[in-house]
């Protein structure tokens, strides 16, 4: 049974500074790892998509890579920015998703 | 690209009731999936439709929950009779076969 893990729970940091989330799994049989975004009170934003025979995505600031061997995924996210605080959620699966409970990410001014 | 619609966005109702939720994929999606998300859990899966055809309902307490999908299109979660755990965000999202999974605004059920 796939098991998702998300360290840290919350993250607090100042505007500017570079950050990583991290996601571990215990089924390294995956399809695919996608990571979303979740604002209070709203649905998830996919932000990257990465398929089993992938180590990297990237999309402007973001960058997440995956290490099937490992059962791990990291969000990387550079030059932080207040509007980047959110909930951020990393789900993992062959047939369907599973979800981790998620990175509560506060940036500050 | 129209996004997952969903209604309502809010529900509030009593132990006991039933409440129906509605969702409209993105047009083309083929499978379609409802979550529930409990206030700070991530979401979990309770059914998966291929076209009209259920893939997974492992999770779908299916002595009280139901769920179709019309003409392999838009779906509808019922709920009867409910509970106090009902209380969550049910979220609907879509995708293509194997791809990325897209997310509507969610109902927020409040049971009383």
């Known amino acids: 049974k796939q098991e998702v893990t998300q360290i840290p729970a919350a993250l607090s940091v100042p505007e500017g500074e570079n950050l990583v989330l991290n996601c571990s799994f215990t089924?390294?049989?995956?399809?695919?790892l996608q990571w979303f975004r979740q604002d209070p009170g709203k649905g998830l934003t996919s932000l990257l998509l990465?398929?089993?025979?992938?180590r990297e995505q990237t999309s402007g600031r973001l960058n997440a890579s995956l290490d099937k061997s490992s059962g791990r995924s990291t969000l990387y996210i550079a030059a932080s920015q207040p509007g980047d605080s959110a909930t951020y959620l990393c789900?993992?699966?062959?047939?369907?998703?599973?979800f981790g409970t998620g990175t509560r990410l506060l940036v500050s001014p | 690209e129209a996004g997952v619609a969903q209604s309502p966005r809010y529900k509030i109702i009593e132990k006991r009731q039933s409440v129906a939720f509605w969702c409209n994929p993105i047009?083309?999606?083929?499978?379609l999936y409802w979550y529930q998300q409990i206030l700070g859990q991530g979401p979990k899966l309770l059914i998966q439709?291929?076209?009209?055809?259920?893939?997974?309902d492992s999770q779908l307490p299916k002595d009280r929950f139901s769920a179709e999908r019309l003409k392999g299109v838009d779906s509808t979660l019922k709920i009867q009779p409910a509970k106090l755990e009902d209380s969550a965000v049910y979220l609907c999202?879509?995708?293509?076969?194997?791809?990325?999974?897209?997310f509507g605004p969610g109902t927020r059920l409040l049971v009383l």
């Open positions: 439709f291929q076209n009209n055809g259920v893939v997974d």
């Open positions: 999202a879509s995708s293509l076969e194997g791809r990325a999974e897209y």
């Open positions: 990465i398929q089993s025979s992938q």
């Open positions: 789900a993992a699966g062959f047939q369907k998703l599973v």
């Open positions: 047009s083309g999606h083929a499978t």
């Open positions: 089924d390294s049989a995956i399809y695919n």
